[in-house]
């Protein structure tokens, strides 16, 4: 590659650049994993200008990045995200979304992107990583997010690549308001045998294993609250299911360089499908609601009355779902059942009773919304509307009805009821 020279980051990344127009940062052009795996690949005008890019995603695959190939009615020029075939330098097989147009030489902001749930898990991040890494190359110490969706979701996605400033006490609630700044600071990918994928900047931070996601519980200082968690014991890396403040099983255990020392035996889970009672459906509808969607509450509610909601025997994972159907691993109540017979104390048993309850809405969470987000999406604006509009003029009722639905539930599990054999 003529010019071009090759760096080696802490985790064995082997990052290779080329000169950049006078005056101007190198230009990134290739990026391979310490164990050869190719991870980026970027071409560049002789003016510094980005032709096009390509980034490795968790599941294996790539997703290329075109410069200005596509328009949005939001804000004009964008970026064209697709979906490439992977044997083949540059081969779309399907454009997926946009962003807004940046100037990859010189990037000045992290863009606004339009559909994001079109890419594939892992596909956004491998994105806002790359513009991270060139920020770092640029020595730009500081962007703004620029556009219209400041959302949790999106805040959660910039903590894999960038971070706030640490004196920022509400750094979520700033977000929000479009008054947060970040710092690049990019990770480094390891991918390994088996498909599995590593995340790497202070220690393992994520792993995606099985097209299942363990992330470290705290970035920065922000708990992300997941059910599959990273978590450090001794010099070990765990990757584990972590239910109802403490881990059910460990899945995959990791030296601190993310490399792999054992792959404990998935344990099996025995019993019977059956179904949630009208009492649990109650509860974890409005509780759902509840947890950061009041206005989509009717919507909610409706998707929890239809949906096949059930205990099952589901063996390495907490929830599974299959089109209208979703399981909770009978491992939670059975869980549950042990903690609840060894606590003599009554109050406690309560507080532990509204924790298993709160621990399964949670995990139904994430799917019932974006189901009832798609039937929200699907009615045409009139319904949509009106929708909403019921939604604001019963939203003084979710607190009685919160209270409601859990103390029959409550009582029930108190006493032993309503849980599976």
Known sequence: MGDSEATVSPYGTVVTRRPGPAGR????????DRHGTPL?????????RLRRAKVRIPDGGWIGI???AAESP???RSDLLSRLEPDHPFRVVEPLTVFQS??????GFIPPLAEPERLPPGGGTAVLNFLASLLVDQKTPRVHYQGPYPTEQLFAALLESFRYDPAVASPLAQFMAADLSWIPAPHERLFGPAGLYVQLRDGVEKVVFGGRAYYRRRWQGVVRDEPRVVREDGERILCSLWVMDGPLEDHLIFDRRGEVLAAPPVPAVEGRRTPLSPRWRSALGELVAHSGAPLLRPSLLGVVERLGLEWGPVAGDLVEAAGERLAVSLSLPRLFRRRLEGEPK???RVRMALEFVREVAKLLGPAVRRKAQAALVA??????QAALELAAA????????????LAPLIQALLSGSDLPS
């Open 25 to 32: 940062p190198p230009l990134r052009v290739f990026e391979v």
């Open 40 to 48: 980026t690949v970027a071409e560049w005008d002789d003016a510094g």
């Open 66 to 68: 075109e410069p200005g």
């Open 74 to 76: 939001a804000w004009g």
């Open 102 to 107: 940046v100037d990859y030489g010189a990037v």
């Open 346 to 348: 009554p109050e406690e």
């Open 379 to 384: 009615l045409p604006e009139a319904g949509q």
């Open 394 to 405: 019963t939203s003084g009722e979710a607190a009685s009805a919160l209270e409601a639905s």
